[in-house]
């Protein structure tokens, strides 16, 4: 049996055909255009449908693929009629006008009972649904569903809508993890009734025809990228860990962290997992910063540019971003950048900082798992490695880990093995004055003020 997964991010969209052993048998990949239209940035929604069914079609006459299923990344939702959206799908990055944003935010529930922080543009995506309703109410009125990403995407194949937990429960202010509910913002908005029965990530929630010759294919609720991802590793039974999930994000779940830990200042929340439970995480746009501060560098980075860039004591300041653990405070480079590559090695260097000063955050202590396309050549895990010698650290055999998750919750919810990689060892980077370079930065952001606690870093 062969799976197909649309993994849709909000960088890049990747299509992967999956068999039962794990492997990827096939990958396509597109970028989703996000245009404006009538004031608002939305996504571009049939030049990417068209795209993944085409991919999809492909994946049915060249694999037989019996299966397709979906991950996707947050702060997404869609409004949907019987057949069709009633309004475009809004990009998160986009802020409210100033006077609908403070009559909206008077609406949202407390940290307490969300554990959704209160975060800028549309990261919270239940501020978004508010000030959709303030400026087009009639595309409230015509949905007969609310649905996240994920969900739209599964229905548009063919799928009945439906909710799903990881997804809602991924700082969107909808949810209460604690109660298992949905949140008081959901019935104060009456919001409730246009919220489909639940499906677990994975369960097949209909079929469609496919491919040339008409191929029956299931269709699979989807689930939560981030989440995926640590579904992918929880299922192989490592114990006790922390997964750092890389993209366009950097998200950092430690399930073991104390929800009293939580910072609602430093974008620390409560994610929930397939099953409902509560996820402990801090997150930052650690793909975003990379390219920022590199130049949109791609390629490999020679360790001795990272060498030079220690010695040279050229770092970056947060933040380059909105949200994050240090948010409020424009980025700055300190200290001499002779060309491009130095500024990538600048740029990683400040990524694995910056996630080195999470894991304290969210007091991660156990196996750490280093997971997605920032650690594309393993450099990013072996300085981690490196800054935190009282850990172990693992790396995915894959960069695709939440494809992979979402591929093993498909065969998992028709009783299937799926035989994912394990993760494999990570040997930590040898880097002379890299504790240094480290304390100074903490030194340096501790004086902006913006540090904290966090300050002493991790022995």
Not at 106 to 114: A, N, Y
């Given at each position: 049996m062969k799976v197909a997964v649309l993994d849709f991010g909000k960088t890049n969209s990747k299509l992967f055909v999956f068999g039962q052993d794990g492997r990827i048998l096939s990958e396509q990949r597109t970028k989703p255009a996000w245009i404006p239209r009538g004031g608002l940035g939305v996504l571009d929604e049939p030049a990417l449908h068209d795209w993944a069914l085409d991919a999809v079609n492909q994946a049915v006459d060249g694999y037989g693929i019996e299966g397709l299923m979906v991950s996707g990344h947050g702060c997404t939702f869609a409004l949907v009629g019987d057949t069709a959206l009633t309004h475009p799908i809004l990009d998160y990055e986009q802020e409210p006008p100033a006077?609908?944003?403070?009559?909206?935010?008077?609406?949202?529930?407390?940290?307490?009972?969300?554990?959704?922080?209160?975060?800028?543009?549309?990261?919270?995506?239940?501020?978004?649904?508010?000030?959709?309703?303030?400026?087009?109410?009639?595309?409230?009125?015509?949905?007969?569903a609310i649905l996240g990403y994920p969900q739209y995407w599964s229905w548009r194949f063919g799928g009945r809508a439906v909710s799903e937990v990881s997804y809602l429960g991924c700082h969107s202010h909808l949810w209460a993890p604690r109660r298992r509910d949905f949140s008081s913002l959901v019935d104060a908005e009456g919001w409730r009734g246009r919220m489909p029965a639940f499906a677990r990530a994975g369960a097949v929630t209909g079929e469609r025809r496919l491919g040339r010759a008409g191929r029956p294919v299931a269709i699979h609720n989807g689930v939560h990228d981030s989440n995926a991802a640590l579904h992918a590793y929880r299922r192989q039974e490592l114990g006790p860990l922390t997964v750092v999930s890389t993209g366009t994000?950097?998200?950092?779940?430690?399930?073991?962290?104390?929800?009293?830990?939580?910072?609602?200042?430093?974008?620390?929340?409560?994610?929930?997992?397939?099953?409902?439970?509560?996820?402990?995480?801090?997150?930052?746009?650690?793909?975003?910063?990379?390219?920022?501060?590199?130049?949109?560098?791609?390629?490999?980075?020679?360790?001795?540019?990272?060498?030079?860039?220690?010695?040279?004591?050229?770092?970056?300041?947060?933040?380059?971003?909105?949200?994050?653990?240090?948010?409020?405070?424009?980025?700055?480079?300190?200290?001499?950048?002779?060309?491009?590559?130095?500024?990538?090695?600048?740029?990683?260097?400040?990524?694995?900082?910056?996630?080195?000063?999470?894991?304290?955050?969210?007091?991660?202590r156990d196996t750490v798992i280093v997971d997605g396309g920032l650690n594309a050549d393993g450099l990013l895990a072996a300085l981690l490695a490196a800054l935190r010698p009282g850990q172990s650290f693992m790396q995915g055999a894959t960069l695709e880990g939440s494809a992979t998750g979402a591929a093993a919750l498909a065969y998992e919810s028709l009783g299937r093995e799926f035989a994912g990689d394990t993760p494999e060892p990570v040997r930590a980077a040898d880097f002379r004055g890299l504790d240094r370079y480290r304390n100074y930065w903490r030194g340096l952001i501790a004086g902006r003020h913006i540090a904290g606690a966090a300050a002493g870093g991790a022995q």
């Open positions: 006077d609908i944003a403070e009559r909206i935010d008077r609406r949202i529930p407390d940290f307490t009972e969300t554990f959704s922080p209160r975060l800028p543009l549309g990261f919270n995506y239940g501020r978004h649904m508010l000030w959709l309703k303030e400026v087009e109410p009639d595309a409230f009125s015509a949905a007969r994000w950097v998200i950092v779940l430690n399930p073991d962290c104390p929800l009293e830990a939580l910072d609602r200042e430093r974008d620390m929340l409560v994610n929930v997992d397939v099953d409902g439970g509560p996820v402990p995480t801090i997150r930052f746009m650690g793909g975003r910063e990379f390219a920022v501060i590199s130049g949109n560098w791609h390629g490999a980075i020679a360790p001795a540019l990272i060498q030079r860039t220690i010695d040279a004591g050229t770092m970056a300041l947060p933040s380059f971003a909105p949200g994050g653990p240090m948010p409020g405070r424009s980025g700055e480079i300190v200290g001499p950048v002779s060309d491009a590559e130095q500024r990538a090695a600048v740029a990683l260097l400040y990524v694995a900082l910056m996630i080195d000063l999470s894991l304290d955050l969210i007091r991660s």
